[in-house]
C-alpha cells in the first residue's frame, strides 16, 4: 500500500511540474505572440540542479527546497536583467 501511495505522490508531483511548464508557455505565448522554447531549459535546469543539489548535501527536503528556491530565483533574475540590458 505504501507503494501505491507514494507512485500516486510522485504522479501529482510530475503532474504538477508539467502543468508548470504548460502555464509558463502559455503566459508567454498570450503576451508575446510568439513560443519562447528557453523556458524549459530553465525549468529543466532548475529541476536538475534541484535533485543533484539534494542528494549530494543528503539533508531534509524542506531544507533543500528552501535553498534552491532561492538560488533559482536570483538566476532568474540574473537571466532577466541580461535580457534586458542585451536588447535595449
Not at 502555464?23 to 529541476?47: K, M, P
Amino acid at each position: 500500500m505504501t507503494v501505491v501511495l507514494q507512485q500516486g505522490i510522485n504522479g501529482v508531483v510530475l503532474g504538477s511540474l508539467y502543468v508548470l511548464v504548460a502555464l509558463g508557455l502559455t503566459l508567454i505565448y498570450g503576451v508575446l505572440v510568439q513560443i519562447n522554447f528557453a523556458h524549459a531549459d530553465i525549468v529543466t535546469l532548475g529541476a536538475f540542479s534541484a535533485y543533484f543539489f539534494m542528494h549530494s548535501i543528503h539533508d531534509r527536503p524542506r531544507n533543500t527546497h528552501f535553498t534552491y528556491d532561492i538560488i533559482f530565483a536570483d538566476v532568474g533574475h540574473r537571466i532577466d536583467l541580461g535580457a534586458k540590458t542585451r536588447f535595449r
